[in-house]
């Protein structure tokens, strides 16, 4: 039973902070026409920390994150993505709400997902550094319930943050408040870009 405790609270405490996954699937919640429509951000977002999670427990992803060209990669790559996704956010209309269009299509929403997880340094670190490392305190089936307890938390989460979104879309009818969220999600998210930019010229 610790094993599942530790990485349920472990998990939360990563997950929690508003970081740009959080904003991207909190917002297609608010952004989508229905509930069902968010799924393919969801189960990307839950897919993505589902392999990252297994990954770190076996312990691959720390001797790959060492590597400085792969580390090079993801904040060049990652650096376009964000910058992409925050300029998409910030001049996103509230038409879209009203009229219940959808802003992003599933393919969109699974390539942005996809980006916003696993070209994401700050989740990778986490994952790897947090919940990787503490998972060398278990072996056998207490690593396997600690893994699943972290894995379970993800998808937990992201489920009822795009619930989250929907339940706030719904009160907003005229848009104001997904004008003013999208706002301030492009500019964390602006920032975060930055923040690569910047350790990406460390490898210059």
């Given at each position: 039973m610790e094993p599942v405790i530790h990485g349920i609270i472990l998990a939360f405490g990563l997950i929690l902070p508003?970081?740009?996954?959080?904003?991207?699937?909190?917002?297609?919640?608010i952004i989508q026409k229905r509930f069902i429509h968010t799924l393919p951000a969801v189960i990307t977002a839950g897919m993505a920390d589902t392999i990252m999670i297994s990954i770190a427990v076996t312990g691959i992803s720390v001797l790959v994150w060492s590597i400085p060209w792969i580390q090079a990669v993801l904040y060049g790559v990652?650096?376009?993505?964000?910058?992409?996704?925050?300029w998409s956010l910030w001049i996103s209309a509230p038409e879209s709400v009203q009229s219940g269009e959808e802003r992003f299509t599933s393919r969109k929403q699974i390539i942005f997902a996809a980006?916003?997880?696993?070209?994401?340094?700050?989740?990778?670190?986490?994952?790897?550094?947090?919940?990787?490392?503490?998972?060398?305190?278990?072996?056998g089936m207490e690593k396997w319930s600690y893994?699943?307890?972290?894995?379970?938390?993800?998808?937990?989460?992201?489920?009822?943050?795009?619930?989250a979104?929907?339940?706030?879309?719904?009160?907003?009818?005229?848009?104001?408040?997904?004008?003013?969220?999208?706002?301030?999600?492009?500019?964390?998210?602006?920032?975060?870009?930055?923040f690569m930019l910047i350790r990406l010229s460390n490898f210059l």
């Amino acid at each position: 039973m610790e094993p599942v405790i530790h990485g349920i609270i472990l998990a939360f405490g990563l997950i929690l902070p508003l970081g740009v996954q959080n904003v991207f699937l909190f917002n297609q919640g608010i952004i989508q026409k229905r509930f069902i429509h968010t799924l393919p951000a969801v189960i990307t977002a839950g897919m993505a920390d589902t392999i990252m999670i297994s990954i770190a427990v076996t312990g691959i992803s720390v001797l790959v994150w060492s590597i400085p060209w792969i580390q090079a990669v993801l904040y060049g790559v990652g650096f376009c993505f964000l910058a992409y996704i925050g300029w998409s956010l910030w001049i996103s209309a509230p038409e879209s709400v009203q009229s219940g269009e959808e802003r992003f299509t599933s393919r969109k929403q699974i390539i942005f997902a996809a980006s916003v997880s696993l070209l994401n340094p700050h989740a990778i670190l986490d994952i790897v550094g947090v919940i990787g490392t503490s998972s060398l305190a278990y072996s056998g089936m207490e690593k396997w319930s600690y893994t699943i307890a972290c894995i379970v938390v993800s998808w937990v989460w992201f489920l009822g943050l795009a619930a989250a979104g929907r339940f706030i879309g719904q009160l907003d009818a005229q848009g104001k408040v997904l004008v003013v969220l999208n706002r301030i999600s492009a500019l964390l998210i602006w920032i975060m870009a930055i923040f690569m930019l910047i350790r990406l010229s460390n490898f210059l």
